[in-house]
């Protein structure tokens, strides 16, 4: 089990822009790096579905709603992994969660995005 936690939502006007993050703060430097992630959302009275992800070697997937808009990327010397998120619309609005790609069983907290119109 990776200790995974989340940061950087909040209150955004539709078109604005935020940057998550997702840090690993008690893996070891070769564990996060053999590890790929991914970033889910769950909005209220919906189910939690994935929105990006990032291999070992950097490759990126998206959903197709979020691209051209997010860029998923990682700092293995960081530990980190980031979510840029651009032209946000209201529909994005949702707890955003950090795990591994597969999901590992547990879940952190989640970082909140608001997204007003």
């Known amino acids: 089990q990776v200790y995974l936690v989340e940061s950087g939502g909040g209150l955004v006007q539709a078109g604005g822009s935020l940057r998550l993050a997702c840090r690993a703060p008690?893996?070891?430097?070769?564990?996060?790096?053999?590890?790929?992630f991914a970033w889910y959302r769950q909005a209220p009275g919906k189910q939690r579905d994935l929105v990006a992800t990032?291999?070992?070697?950097?490759?990126?997937t998206y959903i197709d709603s979020v691209k051209d808009r997010f860029a998923i990327s990682r700092d293995n010397a960081r530990k980190t992994v980031y979510l840029q998120m651009t032209n946000l619309k209201p529909e994005d609005a949702a707890v955003y969660y950090c795990?591994?790609?597969?999901?590992?069983?547990?879940w952190g907290q989640g970082t909140q995005v608001t997204v007003s119109s």
């Open positions: 990032i291999s070992t070697d950097r490759r990126p």
């Open positions: 008690r893996s070891i430097t070769s564990v996060f790096n053999s590890k790929s």
């Open positions: 795990n591994l790609d597969p999901p590992q069983p547990d």
